[in-house]
């Protein structure tokens, strides 16, 4: 999966220099591009006695359809992405008699990470302003539909002491579906991103009632 991941980015990336190298001839002359975003989630509401890492890495790549507003400095953009988000905290995800939530990881036990990762299937939407000069601008939202979502944990095992490598997949009460606002402002190729989820990870009542707040870097030729 990893290699697929780094092959899709690599993919986007040479997709979206080949498209910046021709000549513009009006603001939005690019009707179809690829981006990638760079951004570090930031977990809202977490459970007393859990803490989230303050670095949580994660990366979006995707792919838009650009439809100027006439002869405006405005258009609106509709496409189709992956959204992948790591949770990294002191404790492992369990469930009980149907509800999940997060155990803390006793601190004699010596573990190197414990994660939630979290991959959705985005339809970002989005209105933008742009500047013969290249300042940028772009509100919109995004929904995504999960795909993939697993727990992983390198550390030592709780019954023996012995090392160990545990992952997950069948994670229980999730959330299927999220949205929110998103926003971007920059200059070309480089952007200043955001994405605030109104929904929750976990359906309400069977689990921890956490978000993320996604704040990164936009690399896109729109």
């Known amino acids: ?87 990294f905290s002191d404790a492992t995800l369990q469930d009980t008699s149907g509800v999940s939530f997060f155990q803390a990881i006793p601190e004699n036990q010596d573990y190197k990470k414990s994660k ?21 601008v772009a509100v919109g939202i995004k929904v995504g539909m999960l795909i993939n979502a697993h727990t992983k944990y390198k550390g030592d095992d709780p019954a023996d002491g012995s090392k160990t490598k545990i992952k997950v997949s069948q994670l229980p009460n999730l959330q299927t579906w999220r949205f929110g606002p998103s926003f971007q402002i920059g200059y070309k190729w480089i952007n200043l991103t955001a994405f605030y989820s109104l929904s929750k990870i976990f359906e309400e009542n069977t689990g921890p009632e956490i978000y993320p707040v996604s704040v990164g870097i936009s690399m896109r030729p729109f």
């Open 1 to 87: 999966m990893k290699k697929l991941f780094l092959f899709v980015i690599s993919f986007f990336t040479l997709t979206a220099v080949l498209i910046a190298q021709k000549p513009s001839e009006s603001l939005f002359s690019d009707k179809f591009a690829t981006g990638i975003d760079v951004f570090n989630d930031f977990v809202m509401d977490a459970p007393d006695g859990i803490k989230f890492r303050t670095i949580n890495p994660g990366v979006s790549i995707y792919g838009m359809h650009t439809f100027p507003v006439k002869e405006s400095n405005f258009a609106f953009a509709i496409g189709l992405g992956l959204g992948m988000h790591n949770l």
């Open 116 to 136: 939630l990762s979290l991959t959705y299937l985005d339809v970002p939407a989005e209105l933008r302003f742009k500047t013969e000069g290249g300042f940028k």
